[in-house]
């Protein structure tokens, strides 16, 4: 049986496209999760993996769709081969049912875990360049210390209520609280 498995890191993205390519690629069944692949439990990983059975074929449209580190797909790719089943990515043309595909895949994923490493390497040092220079990273604090001050006089000298505080500041009533 050729299982889908599609998975988009949040609610308002669609599995549409994934789903349709799955469809496409003869998928009987699609599991399809909406939760970040570096998360650990996805229900409907989990689903699928326990329902495979020797000779499925798991198939997914890119296999970052399965795993976001080397080390979970790698993870992930030997669980369904420990249940007899085979692991195909549409994208990567990757088909680890024989042996030319498995040797595609381990290239694939180590040259994928290379990049994420680059990216991460060069964001860290944009943001100690950018610190070398004065900038500091993060979003600009909604109050300012004069405003924090005047917030904490109206709740503890006028005794007004943390709701009517936030609108008259215009902010939430849990940066009200934190100030």
Do not use: C, N
Request: net charge positive; aromatic share 4%.
């Amino acid at each position: 049986m050729i299982i889908g498995y599609a998975r988009v890191s949040t609610d308002d993205q669609t599995l549409d496209s994934q789903t349709d390519a799955l469809t496409v690629a003869g998928a009987e069944r699609i599991f399809a999760d909406k939760i970040s692949g570096s998360k650990r439990e996805r229900p409907e990983l989990g689903k699928m993996l326990d329902q495979l059975r020797p000779g499925d074929v798991v198939v997914v449209a890119k296999y970052d769709r399965l795993a976001r580190s080397l080390r979970d797909l790698l993870d992930l790719v030997e669980a369904i081969k420990d249940r007899g089943a085979g692991f195909r990515s549409l994208a990567e043309d990757i088909d680890t049912t024989t042996p030319a595909g498995r040797l595609v895949f381990h290239v694939f994923a180590s040259i994928a875990q290379f990049e994420r490493e680059r990216i991460a390497e060069r964001t860290k040092e944009g943001l100690q360049a950018a610190k070398a220079r004065g900038r500091v990273g993060g979003r600009p604090p909604a109050l300012s210390t004069a405003q924090k001050a005047e917030v904490r006089r109206m709740r503890d000298d006028e005794q007004r209520a943390i709701s009517e505080i936030a609108r008259l500041f215009k902010v939430s009533e849990r940066t009200v609280r934190r100030a």
